[in-house]
């Protein structure tokens, strides 16, 4: 029963992973569309940061699926 229940929580938090991905790259999109011409300092820092975001957060989903596809399947 308890490793059900941390299967199911481990399901639950990369799902939730996966959405945060998700709104990380909407939110890039937006900032870049919402400063397209423009090239201020503060344009290019909510760029970057936005980016930056995107960046770690795909990286936890790769380690995430990594670590996922290294472990044995259960019966």
Same mark, same amino acid.
């Given at each position: 029963?308890?490793?059900?229940?941390? *299967?199911?929580? @481990?399901?639950?938090? =990369?799902?939730?992973? &996966?959405? =945060?991905?998700?709104?990380?790259?909407?939110?890039?999109? @937006?900032?870049?569309?919402?400063? =397209?011409? @423009?090239? !201020?300092? !503060? #344009?290019? &820092?909510? &760029?970057?940061?936005? *980016? =930056?975001?995107?960046?770690?957060?795909?990286?936890?989903?790769?380690?995430? +699926?990594?670590?996922?596809? #290294?472990?044995?399947? #259960? +019966?």
């Amino acid at each position: 029963m308890d490793n059900l229940s941390r *299967k199911n929580g @481990d399901r639950a938090s =990369r799902l939730e992973l &996966i959405g =945060r991905v998700q709104l990380a790259y909407e939110h890039l999109r @937006d900032t870049m569309q919402r400063y =397209r011409e @423009d090239s !201020r300092p !503060r #344009a290019r &820092i909510a &760029i970057a940061a936005a *980016k =930056r975001r995107l960046s770690m957060l795909n990286r936890a989903l790769a380690l995430l +699926a990594l670590e996922v596809a #290294a472990q044995p399947e #259960a +019966a």
